[in-house]
């Protein structure tokens, strides 16, 4: 004899019944990429393998770093943000990307905000400003005086267009009615040189290709870009010393992935990252990279993220500075 089920009966049954078998694998249970939106070498690059490494010893799952680079960093930030929210697919999100490209390129194919969920910030470095020893500016002070005698403003090599250590320049320049000059090379290795030769006397740069150089006395910092005196160079002053209230400038690198990623997840993600940032051994390459590590909830990172858009936003603002 057959029984008949009402339909709405076998829809209540139905619903009795265990849930597939993928959505109760716990996460992580697969691969996950880390994907870098700059060429291999860099710091961003050295910083997302630093992490990758201790990711997957403690997830239990391989990171897979995958570099992306173009576009300003905006190619796979773009590429990110249309990912699946599940976890598996993560950036570095850095000062580039999130901070000052979407104020440069007219077309920037996300918004640093609401197309991303930002996970935790996980290293800064700083900028200083440096000369070459026979510069006629030895100090900052001397620097801002040698500016406003000079009509046509004061040359200054930067890495390239659109970085953070450009975007400084500027700022110096807009807080003190200097005109500031940047002079582009393709990467900071070239600039140095010709700030070593004396082809270009003045430079804004990051200290973790410039520190060596200032240790060794072929170029000589004159003032950071820190709140506080940087303790790679305690004998430097401050731009906030030299008399620049406020002006304080980071490169800075973080994990963030696309919107929507459950909480449970970018709160396990946060938790084993700042973890990271504590071990021992990560603290010692951090040091030789002149990278100071970051202990930043999602919330404070997405905070952090914000303040940043509207500082640089306000720079190219006032600078017209445009993606080239």
Known sequence: ???????????????????????????????????????????????????????????????????????????????????????YTLLI?????????????????????????????????SSAVIVNPRYPAQTFPALLELGKSRPDGLDFAISGHGTTTHLLGMRIGLATGIRMNPIPYRGAGPALLDVMAGTVGLMVDGLPSSIGHIRDGAVK?????????????????????????????????GVSGPKGMPAPIVDRLNTEIRAILKLPAVQQRYRELTADPADMTPAQYTAFIAEELRVWADVVRRTGITAN
């Open 1 to 87: 004899m057959s029984i008949t089920i009402p339909r709405r009966g076998l829809l209540a049954a139905t619903a009795l019944l265990p849930l597939p078998a993928l959505a109760q694998t716990p996460w992580p249970s697969r691969p996950i990429r880390l994907v870098v939106p700059f060429a291999p070498g860099g710091t961003t690059d050295i910083v997302a393998r630093i992490l990758a490494q201790h990711m997957q010893e403690r997830l239990g799952q391989p990171v897979v770093t995958e570099n992306r680079p173009g576009a300003g960093a905006t190619l796979a930030s773009g590429q990110v943000a249309q990912a699946a929210p599940d976890g």
């Open 221 to 253: 910092a004159i003032a950071v870009a820190d709140p506080q005196r940087n303790h790679n160079l305690p004998q430097v002053p401050t731009l906030i010393e030299s008399g620049l209230p406020g002006m304080t400038s980071y490169s800075w690198f």
């Open 93 to 125: 999100s850095n000062s580039a990307s999130h901070g000052i490209s979407p104020s440069m390129f007219k077309n920037t194919p996300y918004d640093s905000m609401s197309d991303f969920t930002h996970i935790a910030l996980a290293a800064t470095t």
